[in-house]
């Protein structure tokens, strides 16, 4: 359901919020059905910078993320064209980039705001991911969403669904996807659950703005299965890393089996990728921990 926060935005959101229990219902799911004998995931992934992509191959990865900066969005397209062939020639497919927005002067909220920057920024990204065949666009970036003391929520909120109603069809332009992640509120005030991040996708209501769940932050914050059931219809991807430490899965034994479980009955088909603290030598072990308890649950069925 919307936070409460929304009934006071405009007209837009209140009629999102009257409309939601009949569009959870009516609504054909982005997802793929389930099918049987088939893996949870379509990819296994790892957050690290191409030069990695070989070692992570090897140890089991089929699709990396990247971080944003290495597509040089400050740098003009010249300077980008000397780093097209490395990052298209990876060992492994570039699915998406993170870190979004980092210049601290890009701000998405707040009196501040400069959202004309902002999109002028993302546009230079959709389209150079686009390049390197990513499909997707992880928007975290807790320091430019970040609230100043003294701003309210409910501002914010309208600030930010307009920006991504204005990036949505940039993103579309460039066949991108803006992925909404929720950060815990040690890292940002603002956005901090999943059914937060929803709210905002489903007042946003475009085809090229959808939701990441990470369920390291999710852990954090004390999301529940339940809670990623309500947003799994917007889901495009997985982030994944254990609550203690943000480590690698199987390093202390964290149990993703019940969140798994909704994304099976959903009939999610999209690909999970590893984001947190480890050694290059931890990567395939958390990736076999991945399958193992991916494994389990579709052999619950």
């Keep these: 359901m919307y936070p409460l926060r929304f009934l006071s935005s405009k007209t837009k959101l209140l009629t999102a919020i009257q409309c939601l229990s009949v569009a959870l219902v009516t609504t054909t799911p982005v997802i793929a059905e389930p099918t049987e004998n088939k893996e949870l995931f379509s990819g296994y992934g790892v957050n690290k910078s191409v030069s990695a992509a070989e070692e992570s191959k090897e140890a089991g990865a089929t699709i990396i993320t990247i971080a944003t900066n290495s597509l040089l969005p400050a740098e003009n397209d010249e300077a980008f064209a000397k780093k097209l062939k490395p990052l298209k020639s990876s060992a492994l497919p570039i699915i998406a980039s993170n870190s979004f927005i980092r210049p601290k002067h890009l701000r998405c909220v707040g009196e501040e705001a400069n959202h004309d920057e902002v999109l002028k920024w993302a546009e230079t990204v959709f389209s150079r991911i686009q390049q390197v065949g990513g499909k997707m666009v992880i928007f975290g970036s807790g320091g430019s969403r970040k609230l100043k003391k003294g701003w309210p929520v409910e501002k914010a909120d309208v600030q930010f669904v307009a920006l991504l109603e204005k990036m949505g069809p940039i993103a579309k332009k460039y066949n991108v996807t803006v992925a909404l992640e929720q950060l815990n509120s040690k890292e940002c005030n603002y956005i901090n659950t999943i059914s937060e991040a929803a709210a905002i996708v489903r007042a946003v209501d475009h ?31 997985v982030e994944i890393a254990e609550n203690k430490g943000r480590t690698y899965p199987g390093v202390n034994g964290d149990d993703f089996r019940p969140f798994f479980r909704v994304l099976r009955d959903a009939g999610y088909n999209g690909a999970v990728s590893i984001e947190g603290s480890g050694k290059p030598e931890q990567v395939a072990p958390a990736i076999q921990e991945i399958k193992k308890q991916a494994a389990d649950v579709m052999a619950e069925k």
């Design 207 to 237: 085809p090229n703005v959808r939701l990441l769940a990470d369920l390291y932050h999710m852990a954090r914050e004390g999301d529940t299965p339940e809670d990623l059931k309500a947003a799994v219809d917007l889901l495009v991807h």
